[in-house]
């Protein structure tokens, strides 16, 4: 069995807007977001993408979610190249690849009840199902991920962060995919929260076989959900392997800096 997701040699360039200084120099500037970069994930694993903000991890994820395309290399997904993917052929690769952000309030329309934002990718994707089985299946994802099925009639800003990052999940998990990107998931939790969303996102891994892209800048959660470690640096994968290895022995200087800023609770404790 091959790999679920093969990144190729991917190339993103973004055009440089121009200041008063570079209005007067010719020709159009260019920053390579992403700069030639390759990774493989199987099913049911996760790969942890960190970096610092700017590093490139961000724009990875949206290649991926063809959200935007690559100006060099593919992507593979399934055993298909989908980076020419467009009309119905993209339309169906992504009911199969769902994105759950940073922000789970920002990511939630305030106007729409938790049942409408669970459905919505139901209401765009399966045309088959009647509105009675759609909203069975938004009872169930809610269940999934632990929440009571009365918070369907709420509005977003009625639920606490981490209920809202759950009803994230269900969005995600609803259509059944086979990849959740998850950028930067607990980043805005409180710390007695995180922990149980990633374990929500083990639990959910291991019974629906759901390979995870963890994006983060904080090592200090990723060995905790993560398989492989990427670890990224203006636009490049500088460092990549199994994550015990990588943060047990970082090879590239980046990596052990990333690492050295991890928080030690030990030493902590020893100077109180």
Do not use: C, W
Not at 78 to 96: C, M, P
Not at 255 to 272: E, F, G, H, M
């Amino acid at each position: 069995m091959g790999a679920l997701l093969e990144a190729r040699g991917l190339v993103k360039y973004f055009a440089v807007k121009k200041g008063i200084r570079q209005m007067f120099q010719k020709g159009q500037q260019f920053v390579k977001a992403v700069d030639g970069v390759s990774f493989s994930l199987e099913r049911a694993k996760v790969l942890v993408l960190a970096g610092e903000s700017g590093s490139g991890k961000t724009t990875v994820a949206r290649l991926v979610l063809r959200a935007e395309d690559p100006d060099e290399g593919s992507i593979i997904f399934d055993g298909e190249d989908i980076t020419r993917y467009t009309g119905s052929q993209l339309k169906k690769f992504r009911t199969q690849v769902h994105m759950v952000y940073q922000d789970p309030y920002a990511s939630l329309n305030p106007r729409m009840k938790i049942r409408d934002i669970v459905m919505e990718p139901l209401s765009i994707h399966d045309r088959t199902s009647s509105r009675e089985q759609k909203e069975e299946k938004v009872l169930k994802a809610l269940e999934e991920v632990r929440l009571p099925s009365d918070i369907a009639m709420r509005l977003p800003h009625m639920l606490s962060g981490g209920q809202r990052q759950r009803v994230a999940l269900a969005r995600a998990l609803v259509m059944r995919p086979a990849l959740i990107v998850a950028d930067e998931p607990v980043s805005m939790l409180d710390v007695s929260v995180r922990g149980e969303i990633l374990g929500l996102m083990h639990e959910l891994r291991q019974k629906f076989g759901i390979a995870y892209i963890y994006i983060t800048h904080d090592l200090s959660t990723a060995r905790y959900v993560g398989d492989d470690l990427a670890v990224m640096n203006a636009g490049r994968i500088v460092e990549m392997g199994p994550i015990d290895r990588v943060l047990s022995s970082p090879a590239h200087p980046y990596t052990q800096a990333l690492i050295s800023a991890i928080p030690d609770p030990d030493s902590r404790l020893k100077s109180a």
